[in-house]
């Protein structure tokens, strides 16, 4: 058995290579080629003692994820198709802007916490992604893309773990693969710009604070309890009180403005003038704990099986603009890749579904809309 040498963060691969009988500055070697060269293979490591280069493919070995297709939208957004084994399909997307490229990760194949607004949930859990598999997405896509774009130094600049699944529910797996994108040996992005999104799972997100407090976005969609545990099963686990007292403790960890709250538009859902005053008297109730909210407002991409719509352009501004008002830091998320199905909540990793590409939108390509700022899709932090 070959141990895979991506699923070791730089401590992991110290302890394999002490294993072997090297020193630890062997270890930093074989994680800059790996990480920072791109190499798949040990006769490409020159610098490495020729006894270990010949040592090393007896015990280890360096195996991406397999590639199965890869979909290029108009507006440069990159969706990759990846086969992890038993019909299971993950994606992972690129999005570029003119100050930054943001990679979109997934955590696991399917999710268990079953959003009524997303395919990923109502396509169901299959299994957690190892650390091979989440870091094996950032090693395939920046590799490929300064090949692509003929460029040595760094091209994503950010990472979010908002790809298919629920990432605080694959914890062990997370955490080194976050210390991988860390790591100046590794991808050396900083603790901004690597953002976790979850859907609430408390006792993850106190751990997280402890071990890597990195950037956090939480999906809310609801201001209430009993709409909330309708739309996000895992609310009946984790009501929205404890999770927003486990937002203010985890702010102790993290600067302030490291947190952000989604919120997907639901066309008579969770859209009306009464549920955004209820969302600025919840946060206001928070702010005495500590809470300080940023606001992100997502508007739906909707697919067939989940029977909802999406909020339209005005109502989605009108919302915005009572949060607004109330002195709530709002924005609204400009969709990206829709005519490749690369949107948010349509990674449902159904390849047949792939053929069917529709074109959604047209009218949210814009920098501002109504004075309010449309940032990029899945772009949480600076
Ligand atoms: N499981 C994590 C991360 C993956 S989902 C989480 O729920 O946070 C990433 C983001 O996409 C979440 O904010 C989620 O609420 C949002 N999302 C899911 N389905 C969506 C859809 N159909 N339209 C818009 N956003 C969606
Ligand atoms: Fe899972 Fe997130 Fe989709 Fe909910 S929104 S089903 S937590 S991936």
């Not at 992890?84 to 955590?107: H, K, M, N, Q, Y």
């Not at 300064?146 to 994503?156: A, G, L, P, T, W």
């Amino acid at each position: 058995m070959t141990t895979n040498l991506l699923d070791y963060d730089l401590e992991g691969l110290a302890a394999f290579c002490e294993q072997l009988g090297e020193k630890r500055f062997r270890a930093t070697q074989l994680f800059r080629w790996i990480h920072q060269k791109g190499a798949s293979s040990f006769d490409q490591m020159t610098d490495l003692a020729k006894s270990l280069r010949e040592k090393l493919p007896t015990s280890a070995a360096i195996k991406g994820v397999k590639l199965v297709s890869r979909h290029d939208s108009e507006d440069g957004t990159i969706k990759w198709l990846f086969d992890v084994g038993a019909g299971d399909i993950i994606e992972t997307v690129f999005i570029p802007e003119s100050d930054r490229g943001t990679l979109c990760i997934s955590s696991q194949a399917g999710c268990a916490v079953g959003c009524r607004f997303c395919s990923t949930g109502h396509q169901g859990f299959s299994r957690n992604l190892t650390t091979a598999e989440i870091v094996g997405q950032l090693w395939f896509a920046e590799h490929c893309l300064r090949q692509q774009f003929k460029q040595q130094e760094r091209v994503i600049s950010n990472v979010v773990m908002m790809g298919m699944g629920e990432p605080l529910q694959n914890y062990a797996q997370l955490l080194p693969a976050l210390r991988v994108m860390l790591d100046d040996h590794g991808y050396g992005l900083s603790r901004r710009r690597v953002t976790v999104s979850t859907s609430g799972v408390v006792p993850m997100m106190d751990r997280l604070a402890q071990d890597c407090p990195v950037a956090l976005a939480v999906s809310l969609h609801a201001p209430v309890d009993a709409l909330r545990s309708d739309l996000v099963p895992l609310n009946k686990k984790y009501p929205i009180a404890e999770l927003l007292q486990a937002c203010a403790r985890y702010q102790q960890f993290a600067p302030r403005d490291f947190m952000t709250f989604e919120y997907c538009m639901l066309d008579g859902v969770n859209d009306q003038s009464e549920h955004a005053r209820q969302l600025i008297a919840l946060m206001q109730h928070h702010a005495k704990d500590g809470l300080v909210c940023k606001i992100n407002l997502i508007p739906f991409n909707p697919f067939p099986a989940s029977g909802l719509t999406r909020s339209a352009m005005p109502q989605v501004m009108a919302f915005a603009k009572i949060l607004l008002d109330a002195g709530i830091i709002t924005t609204v998320r400009k969709t990206r890749g829709d005519d490749i199905d690369a949107a948010c909540g349509q990674l449902a990793g159904d390849v047949q579904d792939r053929t069917d590409v529709v074109r959604r939108m047209a009218s949210q390509r814009q920098g501002m809309l109504g004075g309010i700022k449309v940032v990029m899709a899945r772009e949480t932090s600076a």
